[in-house]
C-alpha cells in the first residue's frame, strides 16, 4: 500500500554535508483523500535502537533529535518526497538512515509507521 524508497547514503569525511531523499508511492499519495500524516527519517547505529532524526508533519510541524538540531534539516520537497539535508556531520551520526511514513493508508484503515529498507550513512574521522 505505501512504499519509501532512500536515496542519497554514501561515505562522507568529518565535518561534511550529505542530503538524503525519500520518495513514497502508493495511492495513498496520488488519491483525492489523505489525512494528517507524518513524514521523517530515524537512523539505527550498530548495537543501538533506532532513534528518531527529524519528522514533518503535514501541518509543517518539524521535529528534531537534540543531536542533529542546527546541522540537520527536512524539508518537504513535493507531496511524495521528503528530504534530509545533513550538515556538520561527525562520526557519531554513522547509521543506516531510514525513511518513514506514519499515516492510515486508506479511510478503512488504522494509522500506523511504514518503513523504507535504509540507506547507510557513514562519516569518516
Known amino acids: 500500500q505505501v512504499q519509501l524508497m532512500e536515496f542519497g547514503g554514501g561515505l562522507v569525511q568529518d565535518g561534511g554535508s550529505l542530503k538524503l531523499s525519500c520518495t513514497a508511492s502508493g495511492s495513498i499519495f496520488t488519491g483525492d483523500w489523505m489525512n494528517w500524516h507524518r513524514l521523517g527519517w530515524y537512523r539505527q547505529a550498530p548495537g543501538k535502537q533506532r532513534e528518531l532524526v527529524a519528522t514533518?508533519?503535514?501541518?509543517?510541524?518539524l521535529d528534531y533529535a537534540e543531536s542533529v538540531k542546527g546541522r540537520f534539516t527536512i524539508s518537504r520537497v513535493n507531496r511524495t518526497t521528503v528530504d534530509l539535508q545533513m550538515a556538520s556531520l561527525k562520526p557519531e551520526d554513522t547509521a543506516v538512515y531510514y525513511c518513514?511514513?506514519?499515516?492510515?493508508?486508506?479511510?478503512?484503515?488504522?494509522?500506523?509507521?511504514?518503513w523504507g529498507q535504509g540507506t547507510q550513512v557513514t562519516v569518516s574521522s
Open positions: 514533518i508533519s503535514s501541518g509543517g510541524a
Open positions: 518513514n511514513a506514519y499515516l492510515r493508508a486508506s479511510p478503512w484503515d488504522s494509522i500506523k509507521d511504514y
